[in-house]
């Protein structure tokens, strides 16, 4: 379990420290913070009962966790408060806790999860039976895995628990059950499997689990961010009352919520996954509804960059633009000077194709799921030559690496960024 990495007195409640653009949270000044927000809640009258049980959760997530930014800080506060409700969603929202190397807080937050959520199911390492057994559609569990690189970090690993991966994609949704036969009679059973879950763990979680996800990127703490100490049976009381607040507020809204349509600032699977925690914020009030919006699309926004600089497809969509833009978009580009301008980019995976780099064979291969192949093109000096037409890729580039709409009105300034993030 992570340690903090310096003491700090119970008693103190520290500030969290200016936010920052940050491996996996891009941090931009485009809300209020959460402690300006207070201030101004405070002066203009008494918050709403949901907006202030909310506050009341984000403060005791500040006081043992230092979180990545307020846009995370507000994301896992409406994660909690979602499961108090989750007979009410369509889509149940993983709440992926990642980090680049051990001692980032991880676990930490876990704990805080684990005792403010509804019907906590705490697991390090169950079978996929063990799960969805315990898994019942009248009041899901809130599923809570810790050290999850060990079930995918490797490929051995990750063959092994390609099951465990599939419930907890298929829990993402309702009415996916898994059929399992049981009994004497060999009779065909369906479990369920829809229910929220955590999952912490070093590195990335596998793609599809991360694409149902709320991603918080932890990092380690620094010399002067300081947390109270965490003790299980001092501090899970005050943790366990707001929990009960938590769902003596929300449990009367059950209906309202099922019926709620919110207006989302993203779409498609983004959308189903943030749905649960914006319909928590509106029924909260007060600066909720704009704090969660605020997170769902920063927080959006930076994971598909870094899908973007992953996806090895979706990379090469965008390596591709490139090469045509740097050409002036020409009509047509050949299949060779494509690859050339491709596997010059040295920081593209390109290499890893072979001692020359991307061939046209694994171009070709690359491409077929988008149905786009080379053919004999007749270039404007009259030669011909295997190449691709520029309109080949427009539809494709749409819809999956789209170019990023310009940002509405003034822009603001971004915060300094650390040394080796994206400015």
Same mark, same amino acid.
């Given at each position: 379990m992570d340690e903090p990495t310096s003491s700090a007195t119970p008693s103190a409640t520290p500030d969290l420290p200016p936010v920052v653009a940050v491996p996996g949270q891009l941090a931009i000044p485009a809300a209020p913070s959460a402690d300006r927000d207070r201030d101004d809640a405070s002066s203009a009258g008494p918050r709403p009962e949901g907006a202030q049980i909310l506050a009341d959760l984000r403060a005791q997530i500040k006081r043992y966790v230092v979180m990545p930014s307020e846009e995370a800080l507000t994301a896992v506060t409406l994660w909690i408060a979602a499961t108090h =409700?989750?007979?009410?969603?369509?889509? *149940?929202?993983? =709440? /992926? $806790?990642? #980090?680049?190397?051990?001692?980032?807080?991880?676990?930490?937050?876990?704990?805080?999860?684990?005792?403010?959520?509804?019907?906590p199911l705490i697991t390090v390492n169950a079978s996929p039976a063990a799960i969805f057994r315990s898994i019942d559609d009248e009041d899901p569990p809130s599923l809570l895995v810790d050290e999850a690189d060990t079930l995918f970090s490797t490929v051995k690993a990750a063959e092994?628990?390609?099951?465990?991966?599939? !419930? $907890?994609?298929?829990?993402?949704?309702?009415?996916?059950?898994?059929?399992r036969v049981t009994g004497p009679e060999h009779k065909p059973t369906a479990f369920p499997t829809f229910a929220m879950a955590a999952l912490a763990g070093i590195g990335d979680l596998p793609d599809t689990v991360m694409d149902r996800s709320v991603v918080i990127r932890m990092r380690r703490r620094a010399a002067g961010e300081k947390v109270a100490a965490f003790r299980t049976t001092r501090?899970?009381?005050? =943790?366990?009352? $707001?929990?009960?607040?938590?769902?003596?507020?929300?449990?009367? =809204? @059950?209906?309202?919520?099922?019926?709620?349509?919110?207006?989302?600032?993203?779409?498609?699977?983004? +959308?189903?996954?943030w749905e649960p925690l914006v319909v928590i914020a509106d029924l909260a009030g007060g600066e909720w509804? /704009?704090? *969660?919006?605020?997170?769902?699309?920063?927080?959006?926004? @930076?994971? *598909?960059?870094?899908d973007e600089e992953g996806g090895l497809r979706t990379r090469l969509l965008v390596g591709i633009r490139r090469a045509f833009? +740097?050409?002036?978009?020409?009509?047509?580009?050949?299949?060779?000077?494509? !690859?050339e301008a491709l596997n010059a980019d040295k920081e593209a995976p390109w290499a890893e194709y072979g001692a020359n780099g991307l061939t046209p064979r694994g171009l070709q291969l690359l491409l077929q799921p988008y149905g786009i192949s080379s053919a004999n093109r007749r270039f404007p000096d009259g030669t011909q030559a295997k190449?691709? #037409?520029?309109?080949?890729? !427009?539809?494709?580039?749409?819809?999956?690496?789209?170019?990023?709409?310009? /940002?509405?009105?003034? %822009?603001?300034?971004?915060?300094?960024?650390?040394?080796?993030? *994206? %400015?």
């Open positions: =409700l989750q007979r009410a969603w369509q889509h *149940a929202p993983r =709440l /992926a $806790i990642v #980090a680049p190397e051990k001692r980032c807080g991880k676990s930490r937050l876990l704990d805080v999860v684990t005792e403010t959520v509804r019907n092994k628990n390609e099951e465990v991966r599939g !419930l $907890i994609n298929a829990g993402h949704q309702r009415n996916r059950p898994t059929l501090d899970t009381p005050a =943790l366990h009352a $707001i929990r009960d607040r938590l769902s003596a507020w929300l449990q009367p =809204l @059950y209906q309202r919520a099922l019926e709620m349509e919110p207006l989302m600032p993203v779409e498609d699977r983004a +959308a189903d996954t509804p /704009a704090l *969660a919006r605020t997170a769902c699309r920063v927080m959006t926004d @930076y994971e *598909a960059g870094q833009a +740097a050409e002036n978009d020409p009509a047509v580009l050949g299949t060779k000077r494509l !690859l190449g691709f #037409a520029r309109n080949q890729f !427009l539809d494709t580039w749409a819809r999956y690496c789209p170019e990023p709409a310009p /940002a509405a009105g003034p %822009a603001q300034p971004l915060a300094e960024p650390l040394p080796g993030t *994206a %400015a």
